[in-house]
T-cell receptor, first 110, second 117 residues
Framework: RKEVEQDPGPFNVPEGATVAFNCTYS??????FFWYRQDCRKEPKLLMS???SGNEDGRFTAQLNRASQYISLLIRDSKLSDSATYLC???????????FGPGTRLSVLP | EAGVAQSPRYKIIEKRQSVAFWCNPI?????LYWYQQILGQGPKLLIQ????????DSQLPKDRFSAERLKGVDSTLKIQPAKLEDSAVYLC???????????????FGAGSRLTVL
């Protein structure tokens, strides 16, 4: 079993739709969690950190369930510009060992 | 703030040849990472440096890959001899330091795309 797993995708959704990404991790000692976004042929960039209490940034909401070892990302009112691959990232120790999931590709269609 | 610099952006070589990639992290970032990203997959850590010391190289194929960060700043990753399955994007990333919960975000360079024929 891979340490970080994500929905296989791809997700094709119309503009304005709400889309949810799921991620599970196997190492219960994991300390911090992130969502990164990667555009085609570009480097990954931080989208948002994920906090235990859940956090929101505009149309994006991230949730963490440590007991279930599960992370989610919700995008509301999706835009064409949200089309990208979304990578779930788990950090075992602060500052070390960032482990990436395989990513889930999203295409937002007009 | 200048970002993570990488070169070359693209490299095409034949199998069994050698190649080297260079990375200059964000100024002041003590931790430097090299990741390999094969098409359609997430980045996979090859090696992590803390200043000029290796923290984790457990997934580095040491029979053909080597990396160094001699002065604790820039780093080189070398592949010799290259295999077809080494075709990938090699991403360098840096972060400020370990042990600081607010400062452990990775920032990536644009990557070096390697094609092995």
């Amino acid at each position: 079993r891979k340490e970080v797993e994500q929905d296989p995708g791809p997700f094709n959704v119309p503009e304005g739709a709400t889309v949810a990404f799921n991620c599970t991790y196997s190492n219960s000692a994991s300390q911090s969690f992130f969502w990164y976004r990667q555009d085609c042929r570009k480097e990954p960039k931080l989208l948002m950190s994920v906090y235990s209490s859940g956090n929101e940034d505009g149309r994006f909401t991230a949730q963490l369930n440590r007991a279930s070892q599960y992370i989610s990302l919700l995008i509301r009112d999706s835009k064409l510009s949200d089309s990208a691959t979304y990578l779930c990232v788990v950090n075992r120790n602060y500052g070390q060992n960032f482990v990436f999931g395989p990513g889930t590709r999203l295409s937002v269609l007009p | 703030e200048a970002g993570v610099a990488q070169s070359p952006r693209y490299k095409i070589i034949e199998k069994r040849q050698s190649v080297a990639f260079w990375c200059n992290p964000i100024s002041g970032h003590a931790t430097l990472y090299w990741y390999q990203q094969i098409l359609g997959q997430g980045p996979k850590l090859l090696i992590q440096f803390q200043n000029n010391g290796v923290v984790d190289d457990s997934q580095l194929p040491k029979d053909r890959f080597s990396a160094e960060r001699l002065k604790g700043v820039d780093s080189t990753l070398k592949i010799q001899p290259a295999k077809l399955e080494d075709s990938a994007v090699y991403l360098c990333a840096s972060s400020q330091s370990r042990g600081q919960t607010g400062a452990n975000v990775l920032t990536f360079g644009a990557g070096s795309r390697l094609t092995v024929l």
